[in-house]
């Protein structure tokens, strides 16, 4: 769906809770249960809180791994818990409610039975896992997919994601991460939708929903949408994971918090807290954010988990003395359950007998947890998923497999393409692919578990498919990611002399951008580096293709190349999708979701920062805002991005100028092509508010579209500005906005273009 067609958000999530929830207002009847009586879920759900013992309603409150679907993985430390022996009897005696990271139907209905036939309340297990990008078949990272700015694109990839993870008995997935990522040495940002508000907004609501699905969570098909980590992850100092968070309130409910609140009014029911603290208080142990803010501003119905031990790192933190503090303080500001520290098993019985946590807020966690189950259809249908002859058929379709390579090619973003370069024929010219990520299986990207590795396609495979006669592809690895190989410089420098096109496949392993993954210097690495000089000095023409999960600074060779396409991580057939690109079938479309800088030491660096009082405007000006080394400009701003044809832009009109308080302004540009190709352009709106009695960033997206032109033809781009769309949070921390003067700007990036003016009249 284009994002200008998505349905009001506030409808979406009211109609949600109503079907989702205990089906609405009227009370559908349950089948037969533990007291042998049908019974309306909300009445059972208090049933059953009233006849469980305190242990049991810590174990609905815990959660731990998987250790009987488990797969060896890189993405959590093991809990030191995993003995399937210690975990059923812990299921059959009420103290697990909850597993995650197992996935496979024909084990977890056996899990299940243990679960709802052999405990005393007979509660089912909610099974959940980190699908973050596809299970079997695995799509773009989501940076990468966010720069198709294509939220129909987000939608039916995590439609999909949910279609396996729901027939492999999963209930919940822990995504979509909302977190607004401006430091691009932050490893994380790779997981999100990079540094703008708008887009982050709109990518949560299309992925909350292509998680859930649009026939409410009960549906076989749909996963419980979990938006993570709130709150202000991603500005964690110096973009240094786990690090602590200093910012303003505002700066907190402009910036961080909206993409939250839009997954949840998209209806997500569940949300993960953060490992960073928040101006001193760490997001766990945060009342005002988990309670006051989230479910008595914000009306949030659903439950809250901590992140992996995040609970248990309140101690860490200095902020509670010990486990049995750090389990009081994080169930007291609101967060329901416990990711695999067994903190509330351990110590919400004696909280609870002690008076230091009231059986109330036990019993409030306890019922957001079983509420959730209920939603999911998990009473009435506790072995939902379980189905091996219904996983082997919605599991690793075509259809997926052809949804990824789409996904992939419509996230490839052309930076560069002087004299028309690409696309390189597919006959007729010799074509060396050095580089070590031109054979390279790395192209699932962090935060896969679970892919098919027997279906992952190369570069080098793609290129070859793609090619009329593969035997003038000549591919030499040169270098390995961060080390140099012996001979490697010598034998790349041979094969480019002896080709007529070199395409240089260089950047990031997905262990390089990932949690735990910060970078202080985020370039590409020295021998690929050294590699691409030494290529480069052959004089043959150069084509980059940068794997990467974040922006990078590009230096020497590489920014230099004549072509450069970032390719990111882009899944299952990424080889296929970037051979689409590269052989001129489909046209690059793709607009960057994070702003490129000059210098590492620009960070944190985004196109809609602050003017100052000293704005630079050359670098021949003294004492204004900018680095002795580099201007304040970006290398490649914040949703550029070229194709095959070639478009203009014409001045932006707006209308008579004025945009009424209470009504609205067309404003509109003509874009031309004057290419020999179609193009498929996204206009981009920006404003400024000239003066306000908060300072302003020096651009805002507020509104896109992507129109495909013709060869030759113009079309009219035409957008309705509202006074709704210019608030901004006042000093009272309220949303508002006053009359004056606004830039506006219609451009195909945020550093493109002069702008127009118009005002805002009571």
């Given at each position: ?311 248990q790192e309140l101690i860490a933190h200095g902020f509670a003395a010990d486990g049995r503090d750090a389990a009081r303080i994080a ?399 006042g000093r009272d921390l309220e949303w508002t906005v006053e009359p004056g003067e606004f830039d506006l700007w219609l451009a195909p ?14």
């Open positions: 769906m284009p994002h200008d067609a998505t349905p009001p958000l506030g409808a979406t999530r009211r109609r949600l809770l109503a079907t989702a929830l205990f089906g609405g207002a009227a009370v559908v009847a349950a089948p037969k249960f533990a007291w042998g009586q049908a019974m309306p879920h909300a009445a059972r759900i208090e049933q059953l809180i009233a006849a469980m013992t305190i242990e049991e309603k810590a174990g609905q409150l815990n959660l731990l791994n998987d250790p009987f679907r488990f797969r060896p993985q890189s993405v959590n430390p093991t809990d030191g818990e995993g003995d399937p022996a210690r975990v059923t009897a812990e299921i059959r005696a009420g103290r697990i409610g909850n597993l995650f990271n197992g996935v496979g139907a024909e084990t977890g209905r056996e899990i299940q039975r243990i679960a709802v036939e052999e405990s005393r309340l007979k509660i089912p297990l909610l099974f959940a896992a980190d699908i973050i990008h596809g299970l079997f078949t695995v799509f773009p990272v989501p940076l990468a997919e966010a720069a198709s700015w294509d939220t129909d694109l987000a939608y039916r990839t995590a439609r999909a994601a949910a279609v396996e993870g729901a027939a492999s008995a999963i209930h919940q997935t822990y995504a979509p991460m909302v977190d607004v990522g401006r430091d691009q040495r932050w490893g994380r940002v790779v997981e999100g939708a990079g540094e703008d508000v708008l887009l982050n907004n709109l990518m949560a609501v299309a992925r909350t929903r292509g998680f859930q699905g649009e026939r409410g969570l009960a549906d076989p098909q749909a996963l419980l949408a979990t938006p993570k980590h709130i709150a202000a992850y991603g500005a964690a100092e110096a973009g240094l994971d786990y690090n602590t968070v200093d910012i303003s309130e505002a700066q907190l409910k402009e910036v961080y918090l909206p993409p939250f609140k839009a997954a949840f009014e998209a209806g997500a029911l569940s949300t993960m807290s953060a490992f960073n603290d928040i101006n001193g208080v760490p997001a766990t142990g945060n009342e005002w954010l988990l309670t006051d803010l989230l479910r008595g501003e914000w009306g949030f119905e659903g439950f809250v988990v901590s992140d992996y031990t995040s609970e169930l007291l500001a609101g967060v329901d359950m416990s990711m695999v520290s067994g903190l509330y098993l351990e110590h919400i019985p004696d909280l609870v007998a002690s008076g230091d946590v009231p059986m109330a807020v036990v019993d409030r966690a306890v019922r957001r947890v079983l509420s959730v189950k209920a939603a999911l259809g998990l009473f009435d249908d506790p072995y939902r998923g379980t189905s091996v002859e219904r996983e082997r058929r919605e599991v690793g379709t075509a259809e997926h497999y052809a949804l990824a390579r789409e996904a992939g090619r419509r996230s490839v973003v052309m930076l560069k393409n002087d004299e028309g370069l690409l696309p390189l024929p597919k006959s007729g010219k010799r074509i060396a692919l050095i580089g070590p990520f031109g054979p390279s299986l790395d192209v699932f990207g962090p935060w896969t578990i679970w892919g098919d590795e027997s279906k992952r396609v190369s570069v080098e495979q793609g290129f070859r498919e793609a090619m009329a006669d593969p035997s003038l592809l000549t591919v030499v690895e040169g270098s390995g990611v961060e080390d140099a190989l012996d001979g490697g410089v010598e034998a790349a420098v041979a094969a480019a002399r002896a080709a007529d096109i070199v395409v240089l496949a260089i950047g990031e392993s997905q262990g390089m951008s990932a949690e735990a993954q910060s970078r202080a210097d985020i370039v590409v690495p020295p021998p690929q580096q050294a590699l691409a000089e030494a290529v480069a000095a052959t004089g043959k023409p150069v084509v980059v293709l940068l794997r990467n999960g974040r922006a990078l600074e590009l230096s020497g060779a590489v920014r230099d190349a004549p072509a450069i396409l970032v390719t990111w991580f882009l899944g299952s057939e990424m080889g296929r999708s970037v051979a689409d690109i590269v052989f001129g079938d489909f046209a690059p479309d793709g607009r960057l979701p994070v702003s490129f800088p000059q210098l590492s030491g620009q960070q944190p660096f985004y196109y809609s920062r602050k003017t100052t009082g000293r704005p630079a405007s050359s670098r021949d000006e003294g004492y204004k805002a900018q680095f002795r080394e580099v201007g304040h400009d970006p290398l490649y701003p914040f949703g550029h991005g070229l194709t095959y044809g070639a478009v203009t832009y014409g001045a932006p009109s707006v209308g008579g100028g004025v945009l009424p308080w209470d009504g609205s302004l067309e404003v509109s540009v003509q874009v031309a092509n004057t290419g020999r190709r179609a193009a498929s352009e996204v206009v981009q709106l920006y404003i400024r508010d000239r003066v306000a009695t908060m300072t302003q960033p020096r651009q805002l997206l507020k509104d896109f579209k992507r129109v495909e032109i013709a060869p030759g033809a113009t079309e009219t781009l035409r957008f309705t500005l509202r006074r709704e769309q210019l608030l901004f949070v990036s945020a550093e493109v273009g002069e702008p127009v003016r118009f005002r805002l009249e009571r």
